[in-house]
């Protein structure tokens, strides 16, 4: 083990380490290629999802899972640029601007895209990503919703409450809701 | 090697002929194409969570579109399941120029019975006798009641969870408790009932075990719903599971894995198969094992393409129907529903079934339009979740919140319909392109004719009118196929028949020509029906391996 200087670089160095731990068997060839839109998709992710009672996207990492997923054309996103696009979409000064600003000016793109403008199209994917990549984190998944991986049993029929929420666990909500 | 018998394949019914010759005192030799896979020491992502995954079970795209560019399609592959998939660069087949055909295939020891739908539906003499009432196909030579007590043996071992509702049409079994209908499903089957008294919306049939089984290490089911991970609770019947531990309790089994059957060896002196060619695809060698007889379960496709392999026109082939007469269910989403009024409703647990319809057309009376035969529909209600969000516009603090919440309640009609066994549906093989091992690929060429179309029309048009009488919104509906092989139900290609001049196995799904060879897989199926085809796959295994112990004993074969 390195020498540590201060226990502030010991603490980085073993959390580094139990991230390393945690994602190295599988993801050790997953690691997205180093990108100047690192900024930009980690703050669009917290935009669609801020923190409330619990951590917003960009927080947890969605920015960065969504270029990684860019760069394996998840969703159809192969054989375009989602991310120059998005950068051209909001403009160059979009991330100097003030938060009320940049947050009216992602959800205008949003609302054009929704709206069937062919122009905002490929927003839509990147919005998909946002939200996989939010709620199928530990964060997004069983924090802001409910994860229970060996539920144990049915019930067909429960109260639901306004402040129940709902479960990221549900695979046939997940794939067909 | 000698053995009493080979067993090709260890897919779901592989491990059914395994056991019933092994607990006959048979010695058997079970070979698997793939690797091996180990009750609950390998199901390697069964226990992982999303963010566990390197693609949030997603999966990563261009993997998927390089290697798996088949099996992607497939609504059972993810990233967690993938592992019992094939890989599609390195398992190719051909397809005519009007052919689109999705081949969904799991080698590896186990076969489909790890990433099985589970749906689990006996026959009856409407399927059984179809091809008889209108003339397509060439007649089944056995009834219901052939098969019935072999129904009975299969669903009481692998486990079988589900209603009694006294169906002509989709005769009752030895059921495990039913798994529960949820609120809606509870609510559209009694609109139904009401309105059309001969259909009848009851909980899919499953080999998910409501009580466990505990003499053979199996729990009930935990409704998690992930089961094509693989399940080392044992709640579904799979091979390891069930069929597998029997076999080789009985001390007369020997596997081999990672062992491609290339071809079965024949003695034209004495009309007897002597045993099968196979490569060891880890030493990349030619081996032959020797048995007093044959069970081809190597699934519907690939029996087919053994006994075409085997011998210049086909093994066994006397009739010239070997590779006609292939079948798959048309499938499509034929229902997509809003069901309003139960806002205030939810569920625990993920139910591993949803629901069915049972065909009710064309039964006593001819009332099909423009086909002769049935439909059916799967489907179930259900509560949306955070993806609803990839429909809704909005961001921020709001567009969070409502994603927190159950969404609103859908159901979806899947239909299924009967598929009319055509000689122009057939698997042969190209004459030119080989795979890995040198072996001739698969060619299949298939089209849905008009009676499915006719079919999925009428399911179409009668899914909408249920779910409006229930008080549901109908989004969408569809009334065109999905590319063949959709269902996962591909079958035939090795007919069973009276005639050995028109099919190529007897009533014991034995080969006309040569008596110490069986072919217990779908490639039997003579007919398709419009219900699920696995179970009866089965019960026609354990019954063919029963007679076939008797056959030699006797000294027939």
Known sequence: MPKMKSTMERREFLAGMALLMAVAPMAAHAKPAPSPYQPLLREVAQLVIPRSATPGAGEVGVGAFVLLALDHGLEGTRGFDHAAWLKTALGTGFLTQPLARRRSALAALDARAFAGDAAAKPWLAIKRLILLGYYTSETGGSKELQYVHVPGRYDPDLPLKPTDRAFSSDWTAVDFG | ?557
Not at chain 2, 285 to 307: E, P
């Open chain 2, 1 to 557: 090697m000698d053995f009493d018998a080979i067993v090709v394949g260890s897919g779901i019914t592989g491990g059914w002929a395994a056991k019933e010759l092994t607990e006959a005192g048979l010695k058997v030799l079970m070979i698997e194409r793939g690797r091996e896979i180990r009750h609950q020491q390998d199901y390697t992502t069964e226990m992982k969570m999303p963010w566990d995954m390197p693609f949030r079970g997603h999966g990563d795209s261009d993997l998927f579109d390089r290697d798996y560019a088949v099996q992607r399609l497939n609504r059972h592959f993810t990233e967690f399941t993938q592992p019992h998939f094939v890989n599609d660069a390195q398992n190719p087949y051909q397809t005519g120029p009007d052919t689109r055909f999705t081949w969904f295939r799991s080698y590896q020891l186990g076969g489909r019975s790890l990433t099985w739908g589970r749906q689990t539906y006996r026959w009856s003499d409407y399927d059984f006798a179809a091809n008889a009432r209108d003339g397509q196909g060439t007649d089944w030579p056995i009834r219901y009641a052939d098969i019935a007590p072999w129904y009975d043996k299969v669903e009481s071992f692998i486990g079988v969870s589900g209603a009694k509702e006294g169906l002509k049409q989709l005769p009752d079994g030895q059921f495990q408790p039913p798994m529960a209908l949820n609120v809606v499903e509870t609510h559209v089957r009694a609109e139904i009932a009401k309105r059309w008294p001969e259909r009848c919306l009851t909980v899919g049939r499953t080999a998910n075990m409501t009580e466990g089984k505990p003499e053979e290490g199996r729990a009930p089911c935990q409704n998690r719903s992930i089961c094509a991970r693989g399940c080392s609770y044992g709640a579904y019947f799979s091979t390891q599971s069930s069929t597998l531990p029997a076999a080789m309790k009985t001390g007369n089994l020997t596997v081999i894995t990672d062992a491609v059957v290339e071809a079965l060896d024949y003695d034209p002196a004495t009309r007897r198969v002597t045993g099968v060619r196979y490569i060891d695809t880890k030493t990349r060698t030619r081996k032959t094992a020797r048995a007093r007889m044959v069970f081809l379960n190597a699934g519907s496709f690939n029996s087919v393409h053994i006994l075409l392999n085997s011998a210049p026109g086909g093994l066994a082939n006397s009739s010239g129907v070997l590779g006609t007469h292939i079948m798959d269910h048309a499938t499509t989403l034929s229902a997509a529903a809003l069901m309003p009024g139960f806002e205030h409703h939810t569920t625990f647990g993920n139910r591993p079934t949803g629901i069915v319809i049972p065909r009710y057309c064309n039964m006593d009376q001819m009332d099909g339009i423009g086909h002769a035969r049935g439909f059916s529909f799967q489907g179930g209600a259900l509560q949306s979740t955070w993806t609803q969000g990839n429909r809704m516009a909005g961001i921020g603090a709001e567009y969070k919140e409502k994603l927190r919440h159950p969404g609103p309640w859908r159901m979806v009609l899947v239909g299924f319909s009967d598929c009319v066994p055509r000689a122009t549906n057939r698997l042969t093989l190209d004459p030119v392109k080989t795979d890995a091992h040198g072996l001739p690929q698969l060619r299949v060429d298939f089209a849905f004719g008009k009676e499915e179309h006719a079919a999925l029309a009428q399911a179409k048009a009668e899914a909408a009118e249920m779910l409006i009488a229930a008080g549901g919104k109908v989004l969408m509906g569809f009334d065109q196929p999905g590319p063949a092989g959709t269902a996962i139900h591909e079958m035939g290609g090795a007919r069973m028949g009276h005639d050995p001049k028109t099919s190529v196995l007897n009533k014991w799904s034995q080969s006309h020509d040569i008596a110490n060879l069986f072919v217990t897989d779908g490639a039997q199926m003579s007919s398709s029906a419009c219900q699920n085809p696995s179970l009866t796959y089965m019960a026609l295994t354990a019954r063919a391996a029963h007679a076939a112990v008797g056959m030699l004993r006797e000294g027939r074969i």
